[in-house]
């Protein structure tokens, strides 16, 4: 099976920056996208940032400018690199990949992380 793992999150000030990573394990054949995703406290969870194979990249228009998503593929993981965080960034924040496994008769699969909090103070 396949695991996803956020690390990164924590607690910054305002303009202050942190950097989400995302790894992905167990049988991986290759990731085709990978999604950051955020849900704050009584709101619904909203897409932040998406890369796709070919390293396209699409962004929130909340986040343009100030989030950079990346992918290692050598490394099976994905970052996020926030700058200039606000306190309405304050959520949590989650991976979802579209990843083929070993063996899987090329079929994608769709894959979440546990989450990780990044609580933005002002």
């Known amino acids: 099976q396949v695991q996803l793992v956020e690390s990164g999150g924590g607690l910054v000030q305002a303009g202050g920056s942190l950097r989400l990573s995302c790894a992905a394990s167990?049988?991986?054949?290759?990731?085709?996208?990978i999604h950051w995703y955020r849900q704050a406290p009584g709101k619904q969870r909203e897409l932040v940032a998406q890369?796709?194979?070919?390293?396209?990249?699409n962004y929130a228009d909340s986040v343009k400018g100030r989030f950079t998503i990346s992918r290692d593929n050598a490394k099976n993981t994905a970052y996020l690199q926030m700058n200039s965080l606000k306190p309405e960034d304050t959520a949590v924040y989650y991976c979802?990949?579209?990843?083929?496994?070993?063996?899987?008769?090329?079929?994608?699969?769709?894959?979440w992380g546990q989450g990780t909090q990044v609580t933005v103070s002002s």
């Open positions: 890369i796709r194979s070919g390293r396209s990249t």
């Open positions: 167990g049988s991986v054949f290759s990731i085709e996208a």
């Open positions: 979802n990949a579209v990843i083929i496994v070993v063996g899987g008769s090329n079929l994608k699969y769709s894959y």
